[in-house]
């Protein structure tokens, strides 16, 4: 794989050596995906409030897309659990033509997150919020069906008909769409802005986190960028032939990787069976019951929701437990869009808590310093009118008010501050802000500031904002005992002016 490039499908190196054995395996393990995706994509279609056809135009057309133009080895991708209840409310708030078009937007953004090489920045999103939302899908999905399980009680109990896809639709086309644009208006698209983004993003986090859950049973790296490029192609096509949003499909990605799949052949393989199915045997899916299909939805809503984590959440830091109940309890509850926002900022804000609690300032002194040498330094060559703060951590705007306290302990009038900078890692424009103001108040009082040992990223901040011109080159040493010699060097020129 040559990452580098902007589109490269990951197919065009899996083909480099292909032979007869890895065509049976990716045949094999293609056929088996195809038959096992069949259900599913009629369920998952129903679910979601469109007809039949529709997840299997979707598993088709975007499986094909998917891993002929994706950044993985294995993904299959199709219609998924995941986008049931998104699409739902989406079509039953603006109607199935504007889901299309949805569609159509949600794939351009995930298309631009691949050109922009955004793909790494998925990893940003904690587990537990992932995990939270997931969760809380699984429990939608389980609740839709639970008024059709009583409905096949009540068939049971009183020997009514049951209905099947042939009474409820009647029946699956045996070819596939003709090529038609949906409608749409300009005003309209301002409206339909926020749902995209949601099929977008959760387009993303699912089919980025099914690729890195691939890469594990093989021992494999995808390409997020290429992966996201392949997705938003898929769900910019798919709708022009009246399908779904699309995404990588765990549950089928697993089956292809333990049936064998060593290439894309293998989900192409699987779009191809799809298609067959539908050319073939269309006429017999009439029959199939939707009790059925809602057995299949509960069995992937059990499986989707990661419950073990709710049992053991109590292990970890509160801050977690809190995203991932938030992000579960706010997606049976109101949406998934919000639930992913307020978990964001939850996650967010706890980790600026975390992050702001690691960072010091303190007095450096012999007593404070575990370094024999450099304790024996302080205890002889501080001169008297010098303080030393030792600065540790990360200066951003979150621990910006804790070189303040510097400003206060400062009114004891040192003569010379020194800031003992090795151990700050990054710095933002917000501590910058702050050290000028440091400095700006030391100069007024007549006194002085010498900055010891700023790290990489400080430095060039600080360069690159002219900071060292304004307090002196002079005064930004590598070690303790040149920022003391620098000391003392001021003290004597105070003293003689």
């Known amino acids: 794989m040559e990452p580098n490039r902007y589109f490269y499908p990951r197919l065009i190196d899996s083909l480099q050596g292909y032979d007869k054995a890895r065509f049976k395996a990716d045949l094999y393990s293609g056929v088996t995906v195809g038959v096992i995706a069949l259900p599913l994509a009629i369920a998952f279609a129903i679910a979601s409030g469109a007809k039949p056809e529709a997840g299997i135009f979707t598993a088709i ?36 033509v504007n889901l299309l078009i949805c569609t159509v937007m949600a794939g351009i953004m995930l298309l631009m997150m691949g050109l922009l090489r955004m793909g790494s920045l998925i990893k940003f999103f904690p587990r537990p919020l992932v995990t939270g939302f997931t969760s809380g899908i699984a429990v939608l999905i389980i609740l839709s069906q639970v008024t059709l399980i009583l409905g096949t009680l009540l068939v049971s109990l009183f020997n009514l008909p049951v209905e099947t896809i042939g009474t409820r639709f009647g029946g699956i086309p ?42 594990g049973m093989i021992d494999d790296k995808h390409d997020p960028n290429q992966e996201l490029m392949a997705q938003g192609l898929a769900n910019m096509v798919t709708p022009f032939f009246g399908g779904l949003p699309a995404t990588g499909a765990i549950a089928r990605t697993a089956v292809n990787v333990r049936s064998g799949a060593t290439s894309p052949i293998s989900g192409i393989v699987h779009a191809l069976t799809l298609l067959i199915i539908v050319l073939v045997a269309a006429p017999m899916a009439k ?16 499986n989707m929701g990661e419950w073990e984590s709710f049992t053991t959440m109590h292990r970890y830091p509160k801050s977690d437990s ?38 010091h300032v ?72 702050t050290l000028e103001h440091l400095f700006n108040t030391l100069r007024k009082r007549g006194k002085h500031l010498i900055l010891c040992g700023p790290h990489t990223q400080p430095y060039f901040l600080m360069h690159q904002a002219g900071f060292f011109e304004r307090v002196g080159r002079e005064n930004v040493v590598a070690t303790v005992e040149r920022a003391l010699f620098r000391a003392k060097a001021l003290l004597n020129l105070s003293e003689t002016a």
């Open 362 to 433: 303190s007095i450096e002194d012999e007593s404070t310093h575990d370094d024999d040498e450099e304790r024996a330094v302080l205890r002889k060559d501080v001169p008297e009118g010098v303080v030393i703060y030792r600065v540790f951590g990360a200066l951003f705007f979150g621990a910006a008010d804790k070189l303040e306290t510097v400003l206060l302990e400062s009114k004891s009038d040192p003569d010379v501050l020194i800031l003992k900078m090795h151990e700050v890692i990054s710095m933002d424009a917000s501590a910058l802000h």
């Open 174 to 215: 045996q070819t596939l769409p003709s090529l038609s644009i949906p409608p749409f208006e300009f005003s309209t698209l301002h409206f339909l802005m926020a749902p995209a983004m949601t099929i977008a993003l959760l387009g993303a986090i699912e089919s980025l986190l099914s690729a890195s859950v691939a890469d």
């Open 61 to 96: 057309i975007a499986g094909f897309i998917i891993s002929a133009f994706g950044g993985s080895r294995v993904q299959v991708g199709g219609p998924t659990g995941a986008f049931i209840v998104i699409v739902y409310g989406i079509i039953l708030q603006y109607g199935y």
């Open 287 to 302: 029959h199939i019951p939707l009790a059925t299909l809602s057995g299949i939805l509960l069995i992937v809503g059990l």
């Open 322 to 359: 809190a995203v991932l109940m938030a992000t579960f309890l706010l997606t049976v509850i109101i949406d998934l869009t919000v639930a992913v926002e307020v978990g964001m900022f939850i996650a967010i804000f706890t980790f600026i808590q975390r992050i702001t609690a690691l960072t």
